[in-house]
């Protein structure tokens, strides 16, 4: 098995007086935090207290960019944007969250899409291209955190931008290495000790399985854990263990260069 591996969640997705999920909680047990900049989740008071909380644990700061689709969370599928509306969608979102943590003397470590917007990338990549454009005008040496055998990391190889492959701990796989959508039966996991042996298998064979038991060839170098998912922090502390268990280091990611 890995030595060591990244274990990411995506945060900060609170607005206003509206909560979303433990992140302090969660804090504790990431190396990597995706927070949300404001569009699909967040504002500018959240995004500030997330990244102080972050840089204060030692947790890897990741930009979240998604849809503007706060009522949706990021989660309903936008259809008919250019690329150049998705190349400015992702750098505005991307240069908000480096402005705050510039702020906070701290900086912006990876770019994660969220939700829709992510999962729409990973089967299009002509979308992943437009998208992972604005990253790489922003930053090319700004690694993406992208999911593994999809066209998001064919679109980041194409770019030459750093790349993290994830797997995701509490999601169902498709047979094209995408995500079972929400609303169907099994897409989101939850019991911890079967969630821990699932990423286990993940890393040991080199592979996800899908709902139909199709092996998917992965290098995963980070896992995500929902923050938002009921019980993430439980969730994550178990896969954490298990971990750590089996004498694999949780620890920021090494990205694959190109």
């Given at each position: 098995m890995s030595a060591s591996i990244d274990l990411n969640a995506d945060l900060g997705e609170s607005f206003g007086p509206w909560r979303m999920g433990d992140d302090d909680g969660i804090l504790d047990v990431v190396s990597s935090a995706n927070i949300a900049c404001g569009f699909h989740a967040g504002d500018p008071v959240v995004m500030t207290e997330t990244v102080k909380k972050a840089k204060d644990k030692g947790v890897s700061i990741g930009a979240h960019p998604g849809f503007d689709d706060l009522r949706g969370f990021g989660r309903r599928r936008i259809i008919g944007m250019s690329d150049a509306e998705l190349w400015a969608?992702?750098?505005?979102?991307?240069?908000?969250?480096?402005?705050?943590?510039?702020?906070?003397?701290?900086?912006?470590?990876?770019?994660?899409?969220?939700?829709?917007?992510?999962?729409?990338a990973s089967e299009n990549v002509d979308m992943a291209r437009a998208c992972l454009k604005a990253v790489?005008?922003?930053?090319?040496?700004?690694?993406?955190?992208?999911?593994?055998?999809?066209?998001?990391?064919?679109?980041?190889?194409?770019?030459?931008?750093?790349?993290?492959r994830e797997v995701f701990a509490d999601r169902a796989y498709n047979d094209d290495g995408t995500l079972v959508a929400r609303h169907l039966s099994g897409a989101v996991l939850h019991n911890p000790n079967d969630i821990a042996e699932r990423v286990l298998k993940m890393i040991d064979e080199q592979a996800v399985t899908s709902v139909n038991d199709k092996k998917i060839s992965v290098m995963p170098?980070?896992?995500?854990?929902?923050?938002d998912t009921p019980g993430s922090v439980a969730i994550a502390a178990a896969l954490r263990q298990r971990l750590e268990s089996e004498g694999i280091r949780v620890e920021r990611f090494t990205t694959s260069q190109p």
């Open positions: 969608l992702t750098i505005a979102q991307i240069g908000a969250l480096s402005g705050v943590c510039q702020g906070l003397g701290t900086r912006v470590h990876h770019v994660k899409l969220h939700g829709a917007l992510s999962n729409m790489y005008d922003f930053d090319p040496t700004l690694p993406i955190v992208a999911m593994a055998a999809t066209a998001l990391e064919t679109a980041a190889l194409e770019l030459q931008l750093p790349i993290a170098q980070t896992i995500c854990v929902h923050g």
